[in-house]
């Protein structure tokens, strides 16, 4: 009966370090997603703002 628990325990010991891994690489693939995406907005962002400054005129009010 005793070996029977200690290999319940081990068992329930490497399960819980199996799903802690599986925890961390599913975060790190969460990370690396949110940075993609992140870097995809700031880069629309940018091509946008060029955009519209490219077709907007700057008027000079104090020359009037």
Same mark, same amino acid.
């Given at each position: 009966?005793?070996? &029977?628990?200690? &290999?319940?325990?081990? +068992?329930?010991?490497?399960? #819980?370090?199996? #799903? +802690?891994?599986?925890?961390?690489? /599913? !975060? /790190?693939?969460? =990370?690396?997603?949110?940075?993609?995406?992140?870097? !995809?907005?700031?880069?629309? =962002?940018?091509? *946008?703002?060029?955009? *519209? &400054?490219?077709?907007?005129?700057?008027? =000079?009010?104090?020359?009037?």
């Amino acid at each position: 009966m005793t070996v &029977l628990a200690v &290999l319940v325990a081990v +068992t329930t010991v490497l399960g #819980h370090r199996t #799903h +802690t891994e599986a925890i961390l690489d /599913q !975060k /790190q693939g969460h =990370d690396t997603w949110n940075e993609y995406q992140a870097h !995809k907005i700031r880069s629309n =962002d940018t091509y *946008l703002a060029a955009d *519209l &400054l490219s077709v907007v005129t700057i008027a =000079d009010n104090e020359r009037s």
